[in-house]
C-alpha cells in the first residue's frame, strides 16, 4: 500500500518550524512533483500538524484557489505583500518561477516562519514545459523559453542551508529527499528604544528627527537591505514630530513611488500621533508625478522612502529645493536597489550638502540575522550582484575592449560574471529586478551584449531585444489597436501611437538597458558598445536599432550623439518616476530611414501642439534637447510679417499683437540646431507651452516679467537674423 502524500511531509515540516523557532530565523522547503500531488500533501500536512494558538493561516501565493486552511494570495503582484508579514508562504511555481513575487514575499516571512516553494516535477522545470506567455514572445513559441533560470534555481536552493528538498510521486512517495543544516544566529543586542526594534532602528529615528529639528541642509540617507526597518524608522520619527508638535503647521511631506507601499510609514506614524497624521499639518503622501506639476510640496520636513526607484534627477530637485530632506531606500530588493542612486546621489550630496549623512541599517527587524532564506533568495535572484571593482573598471582601455554578445549558456554557469554583469546592469537603472535576471537568461528574443577587457572583466552591458518581423495579419491588428504583443514594445508603439502601419513588418532591435561601469564613465565605452551593436545589426539586416527611456537631458545627450533621433514623447508621466519616456531610433536600411523620417515628421507636426496642452508643464530645458533637429521647415513669411516680428524683437509691439507669428516661427526656432539654448528654453515656455511672463519666469530662472520679455525679443531677433528670406514683397 502507497503511503499518502502527507505522511512524507508532516514530520519534516514539524522539524523545519521547530528549527525556525528555536533560532528565530526562517526555514525552506522546496517541494517538487505533480500539481495536485503537492497540493494534497501539503493540505493533509497541514492539518496534522498541531496548530498554534493565534497563529495566522498561511498564504498561499498561486493562481488557483488554495485548499483549506491556506489564504489566497496574488501571484503577479508582489508589491501586494510589501508591508505585510506571514508565518508561513507558499509560492506557486507551476506556471512560472514568478521571481519578483518570490523575493517580495521572502522579505515578508517572519523569524520563526517557513518559506514553502513548490515546483513541477524537476525533469519538467528544468524543461520549461510550465513556462508562461510572457516570456515566449511573437513570432517564437513557448518551446523557445530557454531554461536557464530554473535551472540554477535549482542549485542555488539544491545547496542552500536552511533549505529542504522533496520530490514525490504522482502517488506520493518521496523519490528524492535532502536537507541541509543551518548554523544558529548569533545573540542580538536589545535597542535602547522601546519604541524601536532594533538599535539600528533606533539610531535611524534619531537621525531622522536631527534633519528635522537640528541644523538646516544636513539630509540624512538610510540604507538597508530589505527587512531592516528603514520605512518603519521613518514613521516612527514622523509620528513623534506631529504627537509632540515640534514641527510648523506645514507638517510633513512623504514622496514615495508607490503609494500602497508606504503604508507601513503611515501606520506607525498613525500609532504614535494619531489622527493628527490625516489632519491639516500632518503627513500628507506625494506621488512623483505631482512633483513635476506643482514643484516642491510645502513641508517642514520631506521624507523620500524608496529614494531608489527615483530618477537622480528628481531627488536634486528635491535636496537642492528644501532644507530638511530624510531618504531612505533599499539596497538590495526586488524593486531595484539602491547602487546606482549611491553612485550618483553620493556625487551631488557631496556637492550640494557636504554635510549630509550616510546611515546603514544592518540588523533584520523581522528575523534573525545569517538568515539562511534571505541568503538563499539573494543569491538565487541575485539580489546582492555587484559590479567589478572599480579599480578594474578604471584602468580598463577603450581600444582594448571586446564587445560582442555573449553565451548565454556559459553566462548562466559562470556565477562571477553573471554577478558582475547583472551587478552593472542594477547599479546603472533603478528599475532593473530579478524579472529581468529570468529575462536575459531565458527570453527568446533577447540578446545580452558586454563590452569586457582582454581578462574578461564586464566594463560595460546591454540587454537587446529582437522585434518586429511580423506578419501582415498581426501587424495590422496592432496597427487598429487590436493587438498589443508582448516584447515587441518599439513596432507597437510606432504602429498605434504614430499611426505607422508598416512598423510592425520592419525587424528592429531594442536597447532595453544599457550600462557603463561608474569607473569608466566619460571614455566613450557606452558609444562603443552602440556601435558594435548597430554593426551587428547592419550586418544582420535589421532595419534599425532603438530605445526607449525616462528622458533626461543627460540620456538625450548619450543617444543623439550615439545618431539616434527622437520619434515620439510620452504625455503622460510615469508613475513611480514622475518623467515622460522618450523613443530615439537610428536607420540602418533603406526601410529603416523612411520609417524614422516618417516618425520624425509625426512628432515634429505632434510635440508642438502638445506642449501647449498636455506637455504643458515639461522642464522647458528638457524640450530643448528633444526637440533639436526635428523636420519642421523655416515658415514663409512676408516682408511685411517679418517686420511686424522685428518690431517685436525690438520691443515696439506687445506679444499679443504677433501672437499668430510668433506661433508659426516658434516651432522652427525650437528644432533649429543654431538655436542658443537660452533662446530655445524662452520660445518653448512663453509661446510653444503658453505659460504667463511669471511662470515662464520661474520656470527660466529669470528675474520676471520684463526679463522674460527681453529674452524673448532678443531669441525672436536672432532668429530672424538666421530665417532664409522666402518673403514676397507683399501679403498676398
Not at 365 to 386: K, M, N, Q, W
Not at 567 to 576: E, H, I, K, P
Request: proline share 8%.
Amino acid at each position: 500500500m502507497s503511503a499518502t502524500p502527507a505522511e512524507p511531509l508532516v514530520e519534516l515540516l514539524a522539524e523545519l518550524r521547530a528549527t525556525a523557532r528555536r533560532t528565530g530565523q526562517r526555514r525552506g522547503l522546496v517541494l517538487g512533483g505533480p500539481e495536485e500531488t503537492t497540493r494534497a500533501a501539503l493540505s493533509r500536512a497541514w492539518a496534522a500538524l498541531d496548530a498554534e494558538p493565534g497563529s495566522p493561516p498561511p498564504i498561499w501565493l498561486g493562481l488557483e484557489q488554495p485548499p483549506p486552511p491556506f489564504v489566497a494570495g496574488p501571484l503577479d503582484r508582489p508589491g501586494a505583500v510589501l508591508g505585510r508579514t506571514f508565518d508561513t508562504a507558499i509560492i506557486d511555481l507551476y506556471t512560472a518561477c514568478w521571481p519578483d513575487m518570490l523575493g517580495a514575499v521572502a522579505g515578508a516571512v517572519a523569524g520563526g516562519g517557513l518559506l514553502i516553494i513548490r515546483t513541477p516535477p524537476r525533469a519538467r522545470w528544468l524543461n520549461r514545459a510550465d513556462a508562461r506567455g510572457s516570456l515566449s514572445v511573437p513570432p517564437h513559441p513557448p518551446a523557445a523559453v530557454g531554461a536557464r533560470f530554473p535551472a540554477r534555481l535549482a542549485r542555488v536552493f539544491d545547496d542552500a542551508p536552511g533549505f529542504a528538498r522533496v520530490e514525490l510521486h504522482a502517488d506520493g512517495r518521496v523519490l528524492r529527499r535532502g536537507s541541509n543544516a543551518a548554523a544558529d544566529p548569533p545573540p542580538q543586542t536589545p535597542p535602547p528604544d522601546t519604541e524601536c526594534r532594533t538599535a539600528d532602528q533606533a539610531a535611524a529615528v534619531a537621525a531622522v528627527l536631527k534633519v528635522a529639528t537640528g541644523r538646516r541642509k544636513r539630509p540624512v540617507v538610510l540604507l538597508a537591505d530589505r527587512g531592516r526597518g528603514k520605512s518603519a524608522a521613518l514613521g516612527i520619527a514622523a509620528g513623534r514630530l506631529l504627537r509632540d508638535g515640534a514641527l510648523d503647521r506645514r507638517g510633513i511631506a512623504l514622496i514615495a513611488p508607490d503609494a500602497a507601499a508606504v503604508e507601513p510609514v503611515l501606520a506607525h506614524a498613525r500609532r504614535l500621533a494619531g489622527d493628527a497624521v490625516d489632519g491639516p499639518g500632518g503627513l500628507r503622501v506625494v506621488a512623483p508625478a505631482e512633483l513635476a506639476l506643482d514643484g516642491l510640496p510645502a513641508a517642514g520636513l520631506i521624507l523620500v522612502d524608496e529614494a531608489a526607484a527615483l530618477p537622480v534627477d528628481l531627488l536634486s530637485r528635491v535636496v537642492q529645493g528644501h532644507p530638511r530632506v530624510a531618504f531612505s531606500t533599499t539596497v538590495h530588493g526586488y524593486e531595484g536597489t539602491g547602487r546606482g542612486f549611491a553612485i550618483r546621489f553620493t556625487a551631488l550630496l557631496d556637492a550640494v550638502r557636504p554635510h549630509w549623512r550616510r546611515l546603514r541599517l544592518e540588523t533584520p527587524i523581522r528575523y534573525r540575522t545569517s538568515d539562511p532564506v534571505e541568503a538563499a533568495v539573494f543569491r538565487g535572484l541575485l539580489l546582492d550582484a555587484a559590479p567589478v571593482h572599480d579599480a578594474v573598471a578604471a584602468r580598463a582601455a577603450v581600444d582594448a575592449l571586446s564587445c560582442a554578445p555573449l553565451d548565454r549558456d556559459a553566462l548562466a554557469s559562470d556565477e562571477p560574471g553573471l554577478s558582475a554583469l547583472f551587478g552593472l546592469l542594477v547599479a546603472a537603472h533603478y528599475r532593473t529586478s530579478p524579472a529581468d535576471l529570468e529575462r536575459l537568461l531565458d527570453g527568446p528574443n533577447v540578446a545580452v551584449w558586454a563590452a569586457r577587457d582582454p581578462n574578461g572583466a564586464v566594463i560595460a552591458a546591454a540587454l537587446v531585444t529582437h522585434e518586429g518581423g511580423l506578419d501582415a495579419a498581426l501587424s495590422a491588428a496592432i496597427h487598429r489597436g487590436e493587438r498589443r504583443p508582448t516584447g515587441h514594445m518599439l513596432p507597437e508603439t510606432l504602429a498605434a501611437h504614430l499611426g505607422l502601419a508598416e512598423a510592425p513588418r520592419l525587424g528592429g532591435w531594442r536597447v532595453v538597458r544599457i550600462a557603463v561601469h561608474p569607473a569608466a564613465w566619460g571614455r566613450g565605452v557606452g558609444s562603443a558598445l552602440i556601435e558594435a551593436l548597430a554593426a551587428a545589426a547592419t550586418r544582420a539586416g535589421v532595419d534599425y536599432i532603438g530605445s526607449a527611456f525616462g528622458a533626461t537631458p543627460r540620456l538625450l545627450r548619450f543617444w543623439q550623439r550615439a545618431g539616434f533621433a527622437v520619434a515620439r514623447v510620452g504625455l503622460t508621466r510615469g508613475r513611480s518616476s514622475g518623467l515622460r519616456s522618450a523613443v530615439v531610433l537610428r536607420p540602418l536600411s533603406d526601410a529603416g530611414r523612411r520609417l524614422t523620417a516618417a516618425a520624425r515628421r509625426r512628432f515634429a507636426a505632434q510635440f508642438p501642439l502638445a506642449l501647449g496642452d498636455m506637455a504643458r508643464d515639461m522642464a522647458p530645458g528638457l524640450v530643448g534637447p528633444l526637440f533639436t533637429g526635428a523636420p519642421i521647415p523655416p515658415p514663409a513669411l512676408t516682408a511685411a510679417e517679418r517686420l511686424e516680428l522685428r518690431l517685436f524683437a525690438d520691443g515696439r509691439r506687445v506679444a499679443g499683437a504677433v501672437i499668430d507669428l510668433l506661433w508659426r516661427i516658434a516651432p522652427w526656432i525650437a528644432a533649429d540646431r543654431d538655436t542658443a539654448d537660452a533662446d530655445r528654453a524662452v520660445v518653448v515656455a512663453v509661446v510653444l507651452q503658453r505659460r504667463s511672463p511669471t511662470r515662464a519666469a520661474d520656470a527660466l530662472g529669470l528675474a520676471g516679467r520684463r526679463a522674460v520679455s527681453q529674452r524673448l525679443g532678443a531669441a525672436i531677433g536672432a532668429a530672424l537674423d538666421r530665417l532664409p528670406d522666402r518673403s514676397r514683397s507683399t501679403a498676398g
